[in-house]
Nanobody, 116 residues
Framework: VQLQASGGGSVQAGGSLRLSCAAS????????MGWYRQVPGKERERVAQ???????NYADSVTGRFTISRDNTKSTVYLQMDTLKSEDTAVYYC???????????WGQGTEVTVSS
């Protein structure tokens, strides 16, 4: 499974960005996909996740502001980020997990910078 992330950038606080993650390869083996983020000196944290059945879950810090969705026809997962805050500044990573292969797949990071 290969993951190609895009959509990061710089925005002022209160603004919006949309991240995209296109999956290719053995995508039928994927059970869920999500987004993580990491800032220097801190552990990578899960931001949002979407399961194969469409269920979603979010970190408390982004609930109500971020929305994860997917387009199965494009094998792409999106993260719509609204009302961005300076603390959302991080490198965001797309993730996919395969239960059958017990493997985590990662895309390259995309940087999000929110200025106050």
């Amino acid at each position: 499974v290969q993951l190609q992330a895009s959509g990061g950038g710089s925005v002022q606080a209160g603004g919006s960005l949309r991240l995209s993650c296109a999956a290719s390869g053995s995508i039928d083996s994927i059970n869920f996909m999500g987004w993580y983020r990491q800032v220097p000196g801190k552990e990578r944290e899960r931001v949002a996740q979407i399961l194969r059945n469409g269920d979603t879950n979010y970190a408390d810090s982004v609930t109500g502001r971020f929305t994860i969705s997917r387009d199965n026809t494009k094998s792409t997962v999106y993260l719509q980020m609204d009302t961005l805050k300076s603390e959302d500044t991080a490198v965001y990573y797309c993730n996919a997990y395969s239960l059958s292969r017990q493997t985590n797949f990662w895309g390259q990071g995309t940087e999000v910078t929110v200025s106050s």
